[in-house]
């Protein structure tokens, strides 16, 4: 069943006359213009994903389609809904998330409330499918994602990041769940917002907010360590990713051994060791290998920053690979559109042969029905005939039954035996002239 409450957004709407290349820019607001709409309907049965967080479904906010993020009722579950101040304090980190704009990050519209649960629900710009979905897609079709594609796409994931820690935010749950596509070829990050949000100032000392598979040594300590290099670290695990088409993989982040020392203790295995695993199924001398080392340092200082990611995908932009990836998938699409080209061509000649075969049908049920009526008309014909020389016959019985001769009759295929009376028989004559 469709619920139906009220909402109220916080977006940002640009001056009409302002068409200046400025105001395009990405841009974080501190100032919110308050718009209400008039309705929301939750499709709790459209399901877009699920995470930790809680579950993303269809909505329609006015009659436009968009994603509505429902938080899990276990990170509320110490909140006392009725809490205003608790619940104020959430609607201004919502309404913080609504000021961010980037063309490479998911656009939030704002909050409602879930008449189910009374929590709050996160609207936002409704997007195709996540990088894991296509990843999954791409594998499962028999095909890698083209060179130049996963460096537009790191690109994108690289812009995002840059855009967030020059203002001060880190994401610190990146992952290819959180990467969601457009048109498969446009990346846009989310979620970025979702642990500040929940997280209570305790969990957030006690343990690390992301999957286990995309974090770096410093987030897996305790207490965690969580820097803009957090992110970079995790946005080389989903460079793997893309180029391998397979979920990462690490080993444990720790080995035990025994020292007479010391006794045993834990001590932390390399990265590069780690995940020898995954980045063996890269070859060697693959363009981006060095940079994905590089995001996978096992120290902060020498990875590289988002922003030294975005100029060394640039850079990549510029180089032979990418253009002979571009290339060779433009004649690709080209081979394929004249595939289809000539497909639809033999589908139309196949409707057209489809169609004369109809009519021959139609024509060929049309002559079979007018002999069936033909034939219909000539049974009743003969079954004229017959009632006929049957009242002859009765005639001829009532005469007598001497004066008779036989008479072989068709109908309708079959042979009939009639008596007809002998019309030059004394008795038939004496007959006719005594009425």
Not at 196 to 213: D, Y
Not at 395 to 420: F, K, P, W
Request: contains cysteine.
């Amino acid at each position: 069943m469709l619920k139906r409450v009220p909402i109220y957004g916080y977006v940002k709407f640009e001056q009409a006359a302002d068409r200046s290349p400025k105001s395009l820019q990405p841009s974080l607001k501190s100032e919110v213009d308050e718009v209400s709409y008039f309705e929301v309907q939750l499709l709790r049965d459209e399901i877009c994903g699920t995470g930790s967080y809680g579950k993303v479904c269809r909505a329609m906010v006015d009659q436009l389609i968009c994603a509505a993020k429902i938080i899990h009722s276990t990170f509320f579950a110490d909140i006392d809904p009725s809490s205003t101040k608790t619940m104020s304090q959430f609607q201004k980190e919502c309404e913080f998330l609504s000021t961010i704009r980037h063309p490479c990050i998911v656009q939030y519209l704002g909050t409602t409330q879930d008449i189910e649960t009374g929590l709050p629900v996160l609207l936002m710009e409704l997007m195709d499918e996540s990088l894991t979905q296509f990843l999954g897609r791409t594998v499962s079709s028999g095909e890698m994602v083209p060179y130049h594609m996963v460096v537009n796409l790191c690109h994108d994931i690289a812009m995002a990041l840059a855009f967030l820690h020059s203002n001060g935010i880190v994401h610190r749950d990146l992952s290819s769940n959180n990467v969601l596509m457009v048109a498969g070829e446009k990346a846009k990050i989310t979620d970025f917002g979702m642990a500040k949000l929940i997280e209570s100032k305790e969990a957030q000392l006690t343990q690390c907010p992301g999957a286990f598979v995309y974090m770096p040594p410093e987030a897996l300590r305790i207490p965690p360590t969580y820097t803009a290099k957090l992110d970079v670290f995790s946005a080389g695990v989903i460079l793997i990713q893309m180029i391998t088409g397979y979920f990462p993989s690490p080993g444990n982040a720790k080995r035990t051994v025994t020292d007479s020392r010391h006794g045993t203790v834990e001590i932390p295995i390399p990265e590069r060791e780690r995940r020898k695993n995954d980045l063996a199924c890269i070859v060697d001398g693959h363009p981006l290998l060095g940079t994905i080392l590089d995001c996978l340092s096992d120290f902060e200082l020498n990875r590289l920053s988002s922003k030294d990611l975005c100029h060394r995908i640039v850079y990549y932009k510029t180089c032979p690979e990418y253009k002979e990836s571009k290339t060779l998938m433009e004649k690709k699409n080209k081979l394929f559109r004249e595939f289809n080209k000539g497909l639809d061509k033999n589908n139309e000649e196949i409707s057209k042969l489809r169609t004369e075969l109809n009519e021959i049908q139609f024509a060929h049920e049309r002559e079979l029905q007018i002999l069936r009526e033909e034939k219909d008309l000539e049974i009743a014909r003969l079954m004229e005939e017959l009632k006929e020389a049957r009242k002859c016959q009765d005639v001829g019985q009532a005469v007598g039954g001497s004066n008779l001769r036989n008479e072989t009759v068709n109908v309708n295929g079959a042979s009939c035996l009639v008596n007809y009376p002998l019309l030059n028989s004394p008795s038939y004559r004496n007959d006719i002239t005594s009425m």
